[in-house]
């Protein structure tokens, strides 16, 4: 690779996604490629948030969400209801789980969609080496990825989520119903579930 002057250096330009109201407050402006890590304990909110940021994205691009856990079962679709998302949102796909070397062959294809949600990493953590994820990063350079991940006490509870959560650009923990987002960005807070996070948290 080429050596940049500082001047050739600062005239890139990155494209951004342009959040607006309560998702730029706390996420900023983040660039449109990269990895993310959405993480928390079980019942806590983490694919209700995925959902409900999933919609958001559809503004921006289309969304593939793999289901890779729960498959397209009732408490999938129930999460995707409560996030608004709609028959008429022609930018959200959802598959079920397929194995790591046919999704990666999926992401290939001109067709697929630019922002990814993965659902979730304790699926792949046997099939998935940290070189792996690594290659994922850079293969797929023109994409936003972002992994759910179980945690027990406020950590990954694999060595492939461990990976991910190093190389995230933007970390996101669903802790009582509410998604405390931090990395590269503002950072603050969105409550999942307002009345039950107020519960949760005492407020």
């Not at 309560?22 to 993310?36: I, R």
């Not at 789980?97 to 699926?123: G, H, V």
């Not at 970390?171 to 107020?198: T, V, Y």
Request: overall charge positive; aromatic content about 10%.
């Amino acid at each position: 690779m080429k050596a940049l002057s500082v001047k050739q250096a600062f005239s890139i330009v990155f494209k951004l996604f342009e959040f607006t109201g309560l998702w730029l407050q706390a996420f900023g402006k983040p660039e449109t490629t990269g990895l993310w890590y959405l993480g928390g304990a079980e019942k806590n909110g983490k694919s209700t948030f995925a959902m409900m940021l999933a919609k958001y994205l559809t503004t921006f691009g289309k969304v593939l969400y793999i289901s890779a856990e729960e498959g397209l079962s009732k408490d999938i679709i129930s999460a995707m209801k409560f996030a608004g998302i709609s028959d008429q949102n022609k930018n959200f796909k959802i598959i079920d789980y397929e194995p790591w070397e046919d999704l990666d062959k999926r992401l290939e294809s001109r067709k697929c969609a630019k922002i990814i949600f993965i659902d979730n990493a304790t699926m792949y953590r046997d099939e998935v080496t940290k070189k792996m994820v690594s290659e994922l990063k850079q293969k797929h350079s023109n994409k936003l990825i972002i992994l759910i991940c179980h945690e027990e006490k406020g950590q990954p509870d694999n060595a492939l989520a461990v990976h991910w959560r190093k190389l995230a650009k933007i970390i996101i923990q669903a802790e009582g119903l509410k998604a405390i987002i931090s990395g590269r960005c503002p950072g603050g807070q969105l409550n999942i579930n307002e009345e039950k996070a107020n519960l949760y948290w005492g407020t």
